[in-house]
């Protein structure tokens, strides 16, 4: 009995991208992991890192980049013919244990001896079907059949929440071996005093944050609605904000400061598999206005104030009374907190390492 206690360390070959949540996921995740005696391979795929992000990351974990774009960031399938043979190198030569990969595409093909989890954080399929009720074609239908596909190879899959496990299952049909594990966030700032101005961030230029939604809202309120994130994407997309305090592309420490600052924070996005910033800003005791979806109804029900997610008034109306109500305020960021606590990088990694046990114990019984 006490040997099953005993954590025996793996070498774990994982998967990142430099450009969305995905970062910060597998580096909050890579830090706990080795923390607990684990090793962590983090292989890049798509631009490379900033020098700020790259040092993080060389911290505690090595960073290998890897030639083949994220699926994402393709228009043709064939752009991913060379990943199952860099990932086959890389996890020969760094002798992984066990390969854990941030997208479902990516383990298509993939053919190596050791356990293979993935993690549907998004994907193209389940985004079209949130944000405008479509399915995947032209371009993209490949998308539906490479996911697919790496469904089936996988020996576990992983949901942020059981609202995009439902979605995955809506989309693709059965996935087998389909697990549920939440995300996770490091303890941020706590400022002093909060200030009377709102705060959301995101990646502006992407469709399911509904820039167009908080920037009206943002007409009609008097606190500022400050914006932190891209408004121009990596494929020319592009978000207007005329009525938000646009702040662009700042730093991740940056962002943390000011959602400590923060009177209210707001996500007004219509797709979210988890939502990484009202978790952080939850941490830091700021009280949260969501967009009514299923995600964060799952996650934050009881402990944020909701709103009709295509109704710019009816998110203007929340911040209005919020911003007039002090303890209210107070109220919900207590509550917020308390719900964030259970989200703790500590009960991930826990939650990760059964998952990969369940993997390793899968390929054994091959």
């Not at 909050?28 to 990351?57: F, H």
């Not at 961030?201 to 500022?224: C, F, H, Q």
């Not at 308390?338 to 990969?356: D, L």
Request: charged share 20%; glycine share 8%; aromatic share 6%.
């Amino acid at each position: 009995m006490l040997q099953s206690l005993i954590h025996r360390p793996r070498r774990i070959l994982m998967t990142t991208d430099s450009v969305g949540g995905v970062w910060r996921y597998s580096l909050d995740l890579a830090r706990e992991l080795t923390n607990r005696g684990d090793s962590v391979v983090l292989a890049g795929l798509g631009p490379r890192p900033s020098r700020e992000q790259a040092q993080e990351a060389q911290s505690f974990a090595t960073l290998a980049w890897l030639e083949t774009p994220p699926d994402w960031m393709t228009r043709n399938e064939s752009d991913l013919d060379g990943l199952p043979g860099e990932l086959r190198e890389l996890a020969t030569t760094c002798a992984a244990d066990l390969v854990h990969l941030n997208a479902p595409a990516q383990a298509a093909e993939v053919d190596l001896p050791c356990p293979i989890l993935t993690v549907s954080h998004s994907c193209v399929v389940t985004w079209l079907h949130a944000v405008r009720g479509q399915v995947p074609t032209d371009g993209w239908a490949w998308q539906k059949d490479r996911n697919r596909a790496g469904f089936n190879r996988a020996d576990i899959v992983v949901a942020p929440s059981r609202s995009h496990a439902d979605m995955l299952e809506t989309c693709y049909g059965p996935v087998a071996r389909l697990s549920v594990v939440h995300n996770s966030a490091l303890p941020g700032p706590v400022a002093s005093r909060r200030e009377p101005f709102v705060l959301a961030a995101a990646r502006w230029w992407d469709e399911g944050k509904n820039a167009a939604v908080l920037d009206a809202a943002a007409a009609m309120t008097e606190w500022p609605v400050h914006a932190a994130g891209p408004l121009g994407g990596p494929d020319g997309q592009m978000a207007c904000l005329d009525h938000c305090v646009a702040l662009g592309s700042i730093g991740h420490a940056q962002v943390r400061q000011r959602m400590a600052r923060a009177g209210i924070f707001v996500s007004p996005s219509i797709y979210e598999p988890f939502g990484l910033a009202a978790l952080e800003a939850a941490l830091s005791g700021a009280p949260l206005v969501l967009a009514d979806i299923a995600t964060y109804r799952e996650l934050w029900d009881g402990a944020a104030m909701f709103f009709d997610t295509r109704d710019p008034h009816a998110l203007a109306g929340c911040i209005a009374h919020l911003s007039r109500d002090e303890n209210l305020r107070r109220q919900l960021g207590r509550r917020a907190v308390r719900r964030a606590r259970k989200f703790s990088s500590q009960a991930q990694a826990v939650a990760m390492s059964e998952i990969y046990d369940h993997a390793a114990m899968a390929v054994a019984g091959r």
